[in-house]
């Protein structure tokens, strides 16, 4: 089944049709989640459309107030969008190089990278389902992993989250970065998110398990059943 995105295309198409300095800009990203439509432009937003093709959020846009950081189109085109499958985590990836984790229910940033990344980014993804866990990569073939923690102090005996704003705004939040491939190897043209083993093999046995019960050896089984039942009564009947 095939369905039009009719109330996107046209804001979209009206986006275009406006005066560069007041539009939101071109799309040149998409990203799908369960309750929202994503689409990064070349002004550095994300424009989030709810499944009624409502505009619900724009991400990056400094009249938004929160966590936004940047100025508009201050890091170039969108490249990459990716949303988290289990959590309200959005990452998005910029022609500058900047990585940010944001936050698509409040509508707010998070935290943000720039330092990894010396040339534009290409991919932004997920690796771990419900935590904001991301891998990234940039023209060059530099490889990331970035690890954002909602940041945590230790009082008496519990733990207590923080909301103290740091120099860009963000609430708490902090991120761990390592380098997985620094580019040496030459450009990663594409890359993708593959299940751990264990969840592979998880799977692997319970269709196996499926088969076992519903296939025809669990046919015959209950054909041997239902046979020795029935000789086992004739035998019965024989011997009064």
């Known amino acids: 089944r095939l369905d039009n995105l009719d109330a996107i295309t046209r804001q979209l198409e009206k986006n275009a049709a406006l005066a560069y300095q007041h539009s939101p800009g071109l799309p040149t990203a998409v990203s799908i989640h369960s309750k929202f439509i994503a689409i990064g432009t070349d002004r550095s937003l994300v424009l989030l459309f709810d499944h009624f093709q409502e505009v619900r959020q724009v991400l990056g846009n400094t009249q938004g ?3 936004q950081m940047h100025e508009v189109g201050g890091d170039g085109p969108v490249t990459s969008i990716d949303v988290s499958v289990k959590s309200d985590y959005l990452v998005s990836g910029y022609v500058s190089g900047r990585v940010v984790l944001w936050d698509i229910i409040k509508g707010m940033a998070l935290k ?86 264990i969840t592979v093999a998880a799977a692997v046995v319970s269709e196996q398990e499926k088969a076992t019960l519903n296939g025809p050896h669990s046919t015959d089984h209950h054909a041997q059943r239902n046979h020795r039942a029935a000789s086992q009564g004739g035998d019965g009947g024989a011997g009064g």
């Open 112 to 197: 943000s990278i720039s330092e990894v990344h010396t040339a534009p980014v290409t991919v932004v993804r997920f690796y771990h389902e419900g935590d904001a866990s991301i891998i990234s990569v940039d023209t060059r073939g530099c490889v990331q992993k970035l690890n954002f923690h909602k940041s945590a102090t230790l009082i008496g005996a519990s733990l207590t989250f923080f909301s103290s704003k740091g120099n860009n705004g963000y609430n708490g939040w902090t991120a761990t970065t390592e380098c997985l491939l620094d580019g040496a190897a030459g450009q990663v043209p594409a890359m993708s998110i593959m299940q751990p083993w």
């Open 65 to 67: 107030g929160g966590g």
